[in-house]
């Protein structure tokens, strides 16, 4: 027989020691012997199934085992979910114990009473708490306060904190940051993050991988500004899991780069699966672009694009000389701080760029000799024409190449222009309408029928 002791707190910043303490004391009492604690930081207003609760009930503990909690409401603060745990663990003949109430429960009358008399307790204190806390922070809110951890003070505890002498030891050993990353198990912008934005706007319809790709050539490109020497190829990229993480050009133009892909993935309810650690890291600039720099456009709005870029970029150099948050130094001398010992990755010519996006495509020419590409034509060889060829055609490219039987053909221009967005071709007509537009066609010629006979008879 194994005695668990299940022990339970809403949130990380809290701790277990109260309650190991309670149950230690009450083990010893009633001689329980050896116990298997079960630690959980969860919200109690959860459903049990969905903590380790639940692992524990449904796959863990057998016929005879004991639990033992410090009090009802580390069962749940609900008292429905407090009979439904106890409904199971007596339905496997298992021994429920409460450490502060002194009390084991089992299938009886009184004891069905007792659990459900407490868990309507936990549960009224659950709503109590939560009335308080919303009434204390809307009088806050009252008043002109901010809520929530005032802006730039940085957390209480961090992620690396239990490591922190390890880190330290690995630094005065000369090891690199990234390095040490991989030691401790966790991505390097945990380590250290400089902070450094850089952002560009540019006139899309949701995600575009060309524009992305471009975006991503001026970003690691060279910049014009002397004051902004942010630049190179990166060791990894965090992006979410869109349609231009999944884009297959875009895959094959960092795989050439050498730059590894992490994607975003929601955080899935079997624990598997959690949220990728950029999302916050990446979101940051862009808030602090919005609210600082765009509400500016207010009281004067850029004419074009390039003018919004310029503005952009003076707005960055300011941003990114600014304090870093945990260093003596800005954000840029943050960055080129703690550069690799190989030093910037320098990034490739626009040409060859261009030429990763390229990727082969088996296409059939038409009759007519013309292949349509993206909604532009392009005229090929009479020969090719009904013809299988493959088409040699880039993201960024104007002219197009065609292979046929290991013989190169082109370039080949456009010959036409694609249709315009705010051009559409007409819908198909119904019969409805097809009866109608027939009898307004027969009216006319009816009524240029008697205008001809008129005509006559004057």
């Given at each position: 027989?194994?005695?668990?002791?299940?022990?339970?707190?809403?949130?990380?910043?809290?701790?277990?020691?109260?309650?190991?303490?309670?149950?230690?004391?009450?083990?010893?009492?009633?001689?329980?012997?050896?116990?298997?604690?079960?630690?959980?930081?969860?919200?109690?207003?959860?459903?049990?199934?969905?903590?380790?609760?639940?692992?524990?009930?449904?796959?863990?503990?057998?016929?005879?085992?004991?639990?033992?909690?410090?009090?009802?409401?580390?069962?749940?603060?609900?008292?429905?979910?407090?009979?439904?745990?106890?409904?199971?663990?007596?339905?496997?003949?298992?021994?429920?114990?409460?450490?502060?109430?002194?009390?084991?429960?089992?299938?009886?009358?009184?004891?069905?009473?007792?659990?459900?008399?407490?868990?309507?307790?936990?549960?009224?204190?659950?709503?109590?708490?939560?009335?308080?806390?919303?009434?204390?922070?809307?009088?806050?809110?009252?008043?002109?306060?901010?809520?929530?951890?005032?802006?730039?003070?940085?957390?209480?505890?961090?992620?690396?904190?239990?490591?922190?002498?390890?880190?330290?030891?690995?630094?005065?050993?000369?090891?690199?940051?990234?390095?040490?990353?991989?030691?401790?198990?966790?991505?390097?912008?945990?380590?250290?993050?400089?902070?450094?934005?850089?952002?560009?706007?540019?006139?899309?319809?949701?995600?575009?991988?060309?524009?992305?790709?471009?975006?991503?050539?001026?970003?690691?490109?060279?910049?014009?500004?002397?004051?902004?020497?942010?630049?190179?190829?990166?060791?990894?990229?965090?992006?979410?899991?869109?349609?231009?993480?999944?884009?297959?050009?875009?895959?094959?133009?960092?795989?050439?780069?050498?730059?590894?892909?992490r994607n975003h993935v929601p955080q899935g309810k079997d624990g598997r699966r959690v949220t990728a650690?950029?999302?916050?890291?990446?979101?940051?600039?862009?808030?602090?672009?919005?609210?600082?720099?765009?509400?500016?456009?207010?009281?004067?709005?850029?004419?074009?694009?390039?003018?919004?870029?310029?503005?952009?970029?003076?707005?960055?150099?300011?941003?990114?000389?600014?304090?870093?948050?945990?260093?003596?130094?800005?954000?840029?001398?943050?960055?080129?701080?703690?550069?690799?010992?190989?030093?910037?990755?320098?990034?490739?010519?626009?040409?060859?760029?261009?030429?990763?996006?390229?990727?082969?495509?088996?296409?059939?020419?038409?009759?007519?000799?013309?292949?349509?590409?993206?909604?532009?034509?392009?005229?090929?060889?009479?020969?090719?024409?009904?013809?299988?060829?493959?088409?040699?055609?880039?993201?960024?490219?104007s002219e197009l190449y065609v292979e046929h039987q290991e013989k190169r053909y082109g370039p080949y221009?456009?010959?036409?222009?694609?249709?315009?967005?705010?051009?559409?071709?007409?819908?198909?007509?119904?019969?409805?309408?097809?009866?109608?537009?027939?009898?307004?066609?027969?009216?006319?010629?009816?009524?240029?029928?008697?205008?001809?006979?008129?005509?006559?008879?004057?």
């Amino acid at each position: 027989m194994v005695t668990y002791a299940y022990l339970r707190v809403s949130t990380n910043q809290q701790d277990v020691d109260n309650q190991r303490h309670g149950i230690l004391e009450y083990a010893n009492q009633k001689s329980l012997g050896h116990l298997e604690f079960i630690s959980d930081s969860v919200s109690g207003h959860k459903r049990w199934r969905e903590r380790e609760l639940g692992k524990l009930l449904t796959s863990k503990v057998k016929k005879g085992d004991a639990i033992v909690f410090a009090e009802i409401s580390r069962m749940a603060r609900s008292t429905l979910q407090v009979l439904e745990i106890l409904e199971c663990c007596m339905s496997q003949e298992l021994t429920v114990h409460i450490a502060k109430q002194q009390m084991v429960l089992d299938d009886n009358l009184p004891s069905r009473i007792t659990a459900t008399v407490l868990g309507l307790a936990a549960e009224i204190e659950r709503e109590l708490i939560s009335m308080r806390t919303k009434e204390a922070l809307a009088k806050r809110k009252a008043s002109g306060k901010p809520l929530g951890r005032p802006k730039g003070r940085q957390s209480a505890k961090l992620k690396l904190d239990p490591r922190k002498q390890e880190i330290q030891m690995y630094l005065d050993k000369g090891i690199s940051k990234r390095s040490i990353a991989k030691l401790v198990d966790c991505a390097p912008s945990t380590l250290y993050n400089s902070g450094v934005s850089y952002q560009e706007y540019h006139e899309v319809y949701g995600e575009d991988v060309g524009a992305a790709l471009k975006f991503l050539f001026n970003a690691m490109s060279p910049k014009d500004h002397q004051d902004f020497p942010f630049q190179g190829i990166p060791d990894m990229i965090y992006l979410d899991n869109g349609p231009i993480a999944r884009s297959r050009v875009f895959q094959k133009v960092m795989n050439y780069l050498g730059i590894e892909l992490r994607n975003h993935v929601p955080q899935g309810k079997d624990g598997r699966r959690v949220t990728a650690r950029a999302k916050g890291k990446v979101e940051r600039p862009f808030r602090t672009v919005k609210e600082m720099h765009e509400t500016l456009y207010h009281l004067h709005e850029p004419e074009t694009i390039t003018e919004a870029n310029t503005w952009l970029m003076q707005f960055l150099l300011h941003y990114n000389k600014q304090a870093h948050r945990r260093e003596n130094h800005s954000r840029i001398e943050d960055w080129l701080g703690n550069l690799t010992k190989d030093g910037i990755r320098q990034m490739c010519s626009w040409e060859r760029f261009c030429t990763f996006a390229r990727e082969p495509e088996k296409r059939k020419v038409g009759i007519d000799a013309r292949i349509t590409v993206d909604g532009v034509a392009y005229e090929v060889e009479p020969d090719l024409a009904g013809e299988k060829v493959i088409l040699w055609w880039g993201l960024f490219d104007s002219e197009l190449y065609v292979e046929h039987q290991e013989k190169r053909y082109g370039p080949y221009a456009p010959v036409g222009k694609p249709i315009p967005l705010n051009s559409y071709r007409s819908f198909k007509k119904t019969k409805t309408q097809k009866a109608d537009a027939t009898d307004m066609a027969l009216q006319a010629i009816s009524h240029a029928h008697q205008a001809e006979l008129t005509a006559l008879k004057l």
